[in-house]
């Protein structure tokens, strides 16, 4: 008998959390497409770490590709989703 169920709904703390869309370049498609920014929880251990410096990403609405957003970037977005 297994203490892990499979068929159970993850705990929130490990779903990735959506922070806005934004018209950016992609580099697979070529052109400006919608991206999705959200936050991705880092495993550390037993426990998931929301703050981390790659937990930001954005991934485009058409190929579905995802880029880790750092630097001034990163800074812009997370300072745009404290200003609302």
Known sequence: MSIFHTDRIP???RLP???GREERPCGRCGGHTEHIFYRVP???MLLYVKDHP???HATCVVCARS???TGEERGRVLAAK???
């Open 17 to 19: 959390k959506e922070l």
């Open 11 to 13: 705990s929130l703390s």
């Open 82 to 84: 404290r200003g609302e």
């Open 42 to 44: 880092k495993k550390v």
């Open 54 to 56: 790659e937990n930001l």
């Open 67 to 69: 880029t880790i957003l």
